[in-house]
């Protein structure tokens, strides 16, 4: 309990400081650059230090699967609040998050999203909600990636949950491949109803591209049951070989 008091005291000390501090820097690069790609970048640095210095690892497999020289739509099974820190932090393109919009309100962390280009979504407004799915394509046209949750919540148990067709559409519309992402160990950080921090490992395997046209040519279900067999298919396996190992080191 001590401890467990201890890691999620140092959690919010360090989000509150680098909140601050990179939050201030991030607004400041916007005013030199207006393409947001700098602001970014220091965002960026927020995501990989809160894992860092909360003594987080995060493993990333498959990083030749990603592509520098165009947009990309991430789709990640959803365990908790780190995995957006983790893919902000060391997904090695330039993102721009759709986001809540009362997240955009937050001093400093709000002000250093805006700066960053991510874009705010009104739920329950379907105007809005429209607006952010048109400017979300825009973005994608521009070059820029996004990551895409596409069970809509984080899982309780690990359980990943069935595909909404969102990102197949924002791949339709603006000609960006699907890419699947598996996360593993960031549910057991921050589980689901509870504040308490568990630093642990948080694996991250990103899988070979499934272009535009394939969406254009198949049927939705089938591109979206693929998308979820692979990232299932991953993290079971990796589940087991973590489970193999765990044994084996206290066998020995």
Same mark, same amino acid.
């Given at each position: 309990m001590i401890k467990a008091a201890y890691h999620t005291t140092k959690f919010w000390i360090i989000i509150i400081l680098l909140s601050l501090v990179l939050g201030t820097l991030a607004v400041l690069a916007r005013l030199f650059d207006s393409s947001s790609n700098l602001s970014h970048r220091i965002s960026s640095l927020w995501g990989r230090w809160l894992c860092t210095l909360n003594g987080i690892q995060v493993d990333i497999e498959g990083l030749e699967h990603i592509r520098q020289d165009q947009a990309q739509i991430f789709i990640a099974n959803h365990q908790g609040f780190f995995d957006i820190f983790a893919l902000n932090g060391f997904l090695p393109v330039q993102i721009r998050w759709v986001a809540k919009s009362s997240l955009f309100k937050i001093p400093f962390m709000g002000w250093a999203i805006a700066a960053s280009g991510y874009i705010p979504v009104v739920?329950?407004?379907?105007?809005? +909600?429209?607006?952010?799915?048109?400017?979300?394509?825009?973005?994608?046209?521009?070059?820029?990636?996004?990551?895409?949750?596409?069970?809509?919540?984080? +899982?309780?148990?690990?359980?990943?949950?069935?595909?909404?067709?969102?990102?197949?559409?924002?791949?339709?519309? +603006?000609?960006?491949?699907?890419?699947?992402?598996?996360l593993l160990g960031t549910g057991n950080i921050i589980r689901k109803g509870s504040g308490i921090i568990r630093p642990g490992r948080i694996q991250i395997i990103i899988s070979p591209p499934i272009p535009s046209q394939t969406v254009v040519e198949d049927k939705e279900e089938k591109v979206l049951n693929t998308l979820r067999d692979i990232i299932c298919k991953n993290y079971e396996s990796h589940q087991a070989l973590q489970a193999k190992n765990e044994n084996t080191f206290q066998a020995g």
């Open positions: 739920r329950g407004n379907r105007k809005k +909600s429209y607006q952010a799915f048109v400017t979300t394509i825009e973005k994608l046209k521009a070059g820029n990636s996004i990551v895409i949750f596409p069970e809509g919540t984080r +899982s309780e148990d690990g359980t990943i949950g069935p595909f909404k067709k969102g990102g197949l559409l924002l791949s339709v519309r +603006s000609g960006a491949p699907l890419v699947p992402v598996t």
